[in-house]
């Protein structure tokens, strides 16, 4: 059986339709079934509903409290019974009510501990780092501080800006995050400490 995803996003959705795109085939062995974000009109919801996917939107501001929003978005993640949440580019930090009811995995654009933070690539080229990269990890109560489940790294070049750079940094990370996703739904996975295992008999 296919595993459930349901996919945050708050942008362009590249990584959304990485998924999507590896997700046609039977093999890879899960399915996107709702795409979910934090703001309307935004390219990665319309990926989605080309794809003919149900997409939902629950916005911070159209809550009193930040509590109030993560208990929305909970619920509207519930409805699709995810066995993982993936959130792929989604700009806001989750919350207890997520969290505790789902395993949520999430892609990052550096080599954490490194660069955490929604300006990651910025960051690292500011620092004057040689090499980046990008990092797919669980998602726990700080920022970008779940355990690491895998990384690549990816070469900063002279003459990089932050688009050049992050734009290298993407094609990387659409591959590791697909590659990932698709062993922890064929492969199943185990959690030690901070050490993320691949596969249930290792
Ligand atoms: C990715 O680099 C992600 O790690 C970062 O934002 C980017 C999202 O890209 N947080 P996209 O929306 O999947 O194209």
Same mark, same amino acid.
């Given at each position: ?82 066995? &993982? @949440?993936?959130?792929? #580019?989604? /700009?806001?930090?989750? $919350?207890?009510? %997520?969290?505790? *009811?789902?395993?949520?995995?999430? =892609? ?68 590791? &995050? @697909?590659?990932?996703? #698709?062993? /922890?739904?064929?492969? $199943?996975?185990? %959690?030690?400490? *901070?050490?993320?295992?691949?596969? =249930?008999?290792?």
């Amino acid at each position: 059986m296919s595993s459930r995803l349901v996919v945050l996003v708050s942008g362009s959705g590249t990584n959304l339709q990485a998924l999507l795109d590896v997700a046609a085939d039977p093999a890879y062995g899960a399915t996107v079934v709702a795409v979910g974000a934090d703001r309307p009109a935004i390219e990665g919801l319309a990926r989605a509903e080309r794809a003919g996917l149900p997409t939902f939107t629950e916005r911070v501001s159209d809550h009193t409290a930040r509590e109030a929003w993560d208990s929305a978005l909970a619920e509207k993640i519930a409805e699709y019974k995810p066995d &993982l @949440v993936v959130s792929a #580019g989604f /700009m806001k930090i989750l $919350g207890p009510a %997520v969290l505790s *009811r789902f395993t949520v995995v999430n =892609t990052h654009p550096a080599l954490l501990p490194a660069f955490p933070g929604a300006h990651a690539v910025r960051d690292a080229l500011a620092y004057g780092v040689k090499v980046t990269g990008c990092t797919v990890h669980l998602v726990d109560d700080g920022v970008d501080t779940g355990p690491v489940i895998a990384q690549t790294a990816v070469p900063v070049e002279d003459g990089d800006d932050e688009a050049t750079l992050h734009e290298r940094i993407k094609v990387v990370e659409r591959g590791l &995050l @697909v590659e990932v996703v #698709g062993r /922890m739904a064929r492969e $199943g996975w185990r %959690v030690s400490g *901070r050490t993320v295992r691949l596969g =249930t008999t290792l």
